[in-house]
């Protein structure tokens, strides 16, 4: 419990931060979305990853306030951004719990910054619709009534089918890395793949692949019709001073 007194402390200590990924248009090079992902800044132990303190902030719900300081912060961050360049936020499932209206949370960061509603896009993962709390469906349709994309992350990992995704009110699929690290070797992801494309192209569902690292991988990506690649071979996360640069003149 050391590490939950630590991340209280570290909220009030303002030791949270973000950094930017990019994601990019296949065909034009230009950078369409930018992915926000916490940071910890531990005075002891150096930058923590989320993979770490994420799950302790889910479980203790410490998750609801640094969420939404991270959609505030990703939102302020996009305002400095070209017009059409949105930013992407990872949200978890107890950010929809009946305690926490994330609706109105968004709704108020929002229209207290001006923020185009279709510059925003929040991703949740394949696991937290599995469990399918209809309360989560419900807020999402509210979220994408208001103007928020919402995209489905890690997709693949899961267990849900091709049919199911034509029931969720999604706008976009985030192919999981582990089917961009194994397309060098297998015929299969291949197939996948097609299959995947095909049909978020028949429900108007637009596809982002994440974890692109090698240029092999890059090219066998190519072939098919994507919306945004993602990846350490084209951008590292990296803070927002860094990002403006990249996107001053990329876009
Ligand atoms: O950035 P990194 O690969 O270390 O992220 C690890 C995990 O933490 C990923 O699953 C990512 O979605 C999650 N994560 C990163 N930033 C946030 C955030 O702001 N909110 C939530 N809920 N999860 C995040
Ligand atoms: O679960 P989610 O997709 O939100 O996780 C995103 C995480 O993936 C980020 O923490 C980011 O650091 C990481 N990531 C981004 N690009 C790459 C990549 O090319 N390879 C790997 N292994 N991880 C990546
Ligand atoms: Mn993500
Ligand atoms: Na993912």
């Known amino acids: 419990l050391a590490f939950e007194v630590d991340l209280r402390d570290a909220m009030r200590a303002g030791q949270f931060q973000l950094v930017y990924q990019p994601i990019y248009n296949p065909r034009s090079g230009s950078v369409t979305l930018v992915e926000a992902l916490l940071r910890w800044d531990h005075p002891q132990r150096g930058v923590v990853s989320p993979a770490t303190f994420v799950p302790v902030a889910e479980r203790t719900g410490l ?60 991703e949740i993962t394949e696991s937290t619709l599995i469990e399918d709390a209809p309360h989560i469906i419900e807020s999402l349709k509210k979220l994408r009534a208001m103007g928020v994309r919402i995209a489905l992350d890690d997709f693949g990992t ?25 397309i060098d070797s297998s015929v299969k992801v291949n197939a996948l793949m097609t299959a995947i494309t095909d049909l978020a192209h028949k429900l108007g ?46 876009v």
């Open 63 to 122: 998750i609801k306030v640094l969420g939404t300081w991270a959609i505030e912060t990703a939102v302020r961050a996009a305002l400095a951004w070209p017009r059409n360049v949105g930013v992407s936020v990872n949200v978890s499932a107890r950010q929809f719990e009946s305690d926490h209206d994330l609706v109105a949370i968004v709704a108020a960061i929002l229209r207290k910054t001006g923020l185009p509603p279709r510059r925003l896009t929040l």
């Open 205 to 250: 569902l637009s596809i982002i692949v994440e974890g692109i690292e090698t240029a092999a991988q890059l090219a066998v990506m190519r072939r098919f019709s994507l919306h945004g690649i993602q990846g350490f071979i084209l951008a590292k996360p990296m803070s927002d001073e860094a990002l403006l640069a990249i996107i001053k003149d990329r």
């Open 158 to 182: 899961g267990y849900s089918s091709l049919s199911y995704l034509a029931k969720l009110p999604i706008d976009i699929i985030k192919i999981d890395k582990t089917f961009s690290h194994e």
